[in-house]
């Protein structure tokens, strides 16, 4: 649903400001390059989504994202389990480095 009031919001202010989004040079499947946007755990390529499945099996997603580059997009993703937080980032859509861990405290 965010995704798709996104989607709205950015295709009013194209229309309000008389371009279009094809002739801005924005696909809204995509979102603008360099700008972060939340994305579904489906939307991963399949060596990273298959690395979560198997390494983080215990964990759901909390948050998943992706910043568009002109090359290779940068994934970031976060799960959690009860007993902490695991923060991953890819840059090559291949590898999963892991970014910060925190201890969950009741």
């Not at 939340?38 to 948050?63: C, F, H, M």
Request: with cysteine.
């Amino acid at each position: 649903m965010g995704a798709a009031l996104f989607l709205l919001i950015g295709l009013a202010q194209a229309s309000a400001s008389g371009v279009s989004p094809a002739a801005s040079g924005v696909n809204p499947a995509k979102g603008q390059p360099g700008i972060q946007h939340n994305i579904l755990s489906s939307q991963l390529p399949g060596a990273l989504l298959t690395d979560i499945k198997k390494e983080y099996k215990d964990y759901w997603i909390t948050e998943c994202s992706e910043i568009d580059k002109k090359k290779k997009a940068d994934y970031f993703i976060t799960l959690e389990n009860a007993d902490q937080i695991v923060q991953l980032r890819s840059s090559d859509s291949e590898n999963w480095v892991l970014t910060n861990t925190s201890v969950k405290v009741d």
